[in-house]
């Protein structure tokens, strides 16, 4: 199955399957390829399957789509390790079909159980025990993405047959990787009598070194020297192969590393554990020190079947271990969801004269819409709504300290153009590059029924007025959003609400609410469903609402909606 694999960026390592006719990339939630990245554009790039080929294609996007270093203009066919580039995000194009990457079996890319490879010091017709030299045995892992890769035995004792199936047992009932490895290794030790030692090494996470994370000696007094070989784990690593080595010491392949001869390795197996995309998670190695107890072929065979074995329960025990912290997260999440709904105004002001509608729902648990009614000296109020690039946690979390600023500018300083320059330093004094809020600031005098508005690169409001009018207000004073130019200068501007005259506004999850045909909602239908004839605000509001989740019809929720109408009582 072709793929994007992520190399560089949110997520190194992720794969996006290229499942439908038309993957979309982008910042919306809804893409297939969906990256949380406030600079990607909400649907950025496309790849596009053409019978046996993709092509991928730029949508239009602010910063463009790069194919190996070089901006497209036009439809580009995608070939094996093409590497995508959107914005700080770099993808490696995967086809997927046999024989585009190396195969580990060095044929044609078709399944086998393993490839077996004999060098012997001696006589290649003679075995280790015939004429009495060492031999090595190198046996090459291949198979099926997804968990199918498997380890051909050759006829083994019945007793070692046995232990294979108690440790099958063993490790399918263990659920923590912290009970998995320490159980394998005391069966590994009932089955090879003559091993001194046995370690397993693995990455605690896909780009961090290796480290050991159990091992076992047979004598006590060996612990303290119970170091590791790094050259036999590279070398199993690296070609994702079990080796196997009568005389450790002077097999070539090892290059006579020092670290081998310093701990008096022998013979000894190392075979990797590859998890269920065929990458190797790390190793087990089990060694002796007693040159005349040497380890065999057969022995090889059973622990490379159980390394597989063992990388199913590591893979299932990982995946027991991501439920655990998944159930742990949610509750966070809960608790989070709880505490941003807390900081959302529970009633709109207490304003004679004056109505309002408020809406609010996040794309997630928590999100990076906002609005707040701030009560101001002198009976005025101000009704702020923002929008936070992305969403999410990280998203709600600069909402969280963003709000706090409005309050304090607004709160210190009359004039509503330099309160807005206020938040726009402490927000760009944070060094989040890579976020920015568009934010309506509106601040309403009922004595005067004057409204003072100011724009930071957020939509314009939208007045109705009495004749059912309805036209979006003082575009002309939108400046750039919050965060992107610190000392930049915003503009103020004025209109007087008459009875019965309302504004609203709202953030782009509304305008560009989404239905099953991936066709937008757009302002202009939101223009002319203010136009149409509302009894009172309330009732505009709901309608607002009502229409776009009737166009939506259930599909499911892009962005974060937050929408906020307020306005004059009818006299």
Wanted: aromatic letters at 6%.
């Amino acid at each position: 199955m072709a793929h994007l694999r992520l190399v560089q960026g949110v997520e190194p390592g992720k794969r996006f399957p290229l499942t439908a006719e038309r993957s979309t990339i982008g910042r919306s939630s809804d893409c297939e390829v969906s990256l949380d990245v406030a600079a990607v554009s909400r649907r950025h790039a496309e790849v596009i399957r053409k019978g046996d080929q993709f092509v991928v294609e730029d949508l239009g996007s602010r910063n463009g789509t790069f194919v190996n270093g070089q901006r497209i203009e036009a439809s580009t066919v995608l070939r094996e390790g093409d590497r995508i580039g959107i914005c700080d995000q770099e993808f490696a194009y995967e086809s997927g079909l046999p024989g585009s990457k190396p195969s580990l079996l060095g044929g044609t890319g078709e399944t086998k159980s393993s490839l077996v490879q004999m060098v012997d010091d001696r006589r290649e017709e003679s075995t280790a025990e015939e004429s009495g030299g060492d031999y090595q045995k190198t046996i090459q892992l291949g198979g099926d993405v997804g968990g199918n890769t498997g380890w051909s035995m050759s006829a083994r004792p019945e007793v070692k047959l046995a232990a294979l199936v108690e440790i099958s047992k063993g490790l399918g009932r263990a659920i923590s990787i912290d009970e998995v490895l320490p159980k394998l290794l005391d069966s590994l030790f009932k089955v090879f009598t003559q091993a001194d030692r046995g370690f397993v090494v693995m990455r605690p996470a896909p780009d961090a070194p290796l480290v050991p994370v159990a091992a076992k000696t047979r004598r006590g007094e060996m612990e303290e020297a119970a170091r590791i070989s790094r050259t036999i784990v590279e070398e199993a690593m690296t070609g994702k192969k079990a080796i196997l080595s009568a005389d450790a010491a002077t097999d070539e392949r090892f290059g006579m590393a020092e670290s081998i001869a310093q701990f008096q390795i022998r013979s000894m197996m190392c075979v990797p554990l590859l998890d269920s995309e065929g990458e190797p998670l790390g190793v087990i190695q089990i060694d002796t020190l007693n040159q005349r107890s040497r380890f065999t072929e057969d022995d090889l065979d059973v622990l490379a079947a159980v390394a597989s074995l063992a990388s199913v329960a590591v893979d299932n025990a990982r995946m027991h271990d991501e439920v655990i912290s998944q159930r742990a997260l949610q509750r966070d999440l809960e608790l989070a969801t709880r505490m941003q709904r807390a900081l959302l105004p529970s009633t709109p002001p207490n304003t004679i004269g004056y109505t309002f509608f408020d809406y609010y729902d996040s794309a997630r648990q928590v999100g990076g819409d906002y609005y707040d009614y701030i009560n101001l000296p002198g009976g005025r109020f101000a009704v702020i709504l923002g929008d936070v690039a992305g969403k999410g946690v990280a998203a709600a979390i600069v909402m969280a300290r963003l709000s706090s600023d409005v309050r304090f500018a607004l709160a210190t300083e009359p004039d509503l153009a330099k309160a807005v320059q206020y938040v726009n330093r402490a927000f760009a004094a944070q060094g989040l590059d890579d976020r920015f809020v568009t934010m309506i600031f509106t601040i309403v005098d009922p004595a005067t029924n004057e409204v003072t508005l100011a724009n930071a690169g957020h939509m314009p409001p939208i007045l109705r007025r009495v004749n059912g009018e309805a036209v979006e207000v003082h575009e002309e004073i939108t400046g750039l959003p919050i965060g992107v130019i610190d000392d930049f200068e915003f503009e103020s501007a004025t209109i007087t609400l008459e009875p019965g005259e309302s504004l609203t506004i709202y953030t782009d999850g509304f305008s560009e609410a989404m239905n099953a045909d991936r066709d937008l909602y757009t302002t202009e239908r939101l223009i002319e469903q203010v136009k149409l004839a509302a009894v009172s605000v309330a009732d505009l509001g709901q309608h607002v609402l009502d229409d776009v989740k009737k166009f939506v019809d259930g599909f499911d929720q892009s962005d974060d909606m937050c929408l906020c109408v307020f306005g004059r009582d009818a006299v």
